[in-house]
Nanobody, 124 residues
């Protein structure tokens, strides 16, 4: 059974940093890509970043240059380091697996598994 649990959200000021973590089980990166989506209040869920099964990392425009995704296969953890945060980064962030990288282009409905979200709030 695929399980994902995200944590590490919180509050930050604009320009600050946060690191999100996601503990996953029931699969390995060789099985599925893994990554992050986010959903702001009143908006659709949107992709942030993913790691493909071959280790290739993909970022959406909103994340490029500011966010870094990383995986620790030994610990079954995936991380999202977020720097230079902006108020528009305020959202609930979701860890996801299976179809995540495709979903960055085609939409969140192709994602196979979701974790619960963790809230990130950035103040100006």
């Amino acid at each position: 059974e695929v399980q994902l649990q995200a944590f590490g959200g919180g509050m930050a000021q604009a320009g600050g940093s946060l690191r999100l973590s996601c503990a996953f089980s029931g699969f390995t990166l060789r099985d599925y890509g893994i990554g992050w989506f986010r959903q702001a209040a009143g908006k659709e869920r949107e992709g942030v970043s993913c790691i493909e099964s071959d280790g290739n990392k993909i970022y959406t425009d909103s994340a490029k240059g500011r966010f870094t995704i990383a995986i620790d296969n030994a610990k079954n953890m995936v991380y999202l380091e977020m720097n230079n945060l902006k108020p528009e980064d305020t959202a609930k962030y979701y860890c996801a697996a299976d179809g995540v990288c495709a979903a960055l282009t085609h939409g969140p409905w192709v994602v196979g598994s979701w974790g619960q979200g963790t809230q990130v709030t950035v103040s100006s």
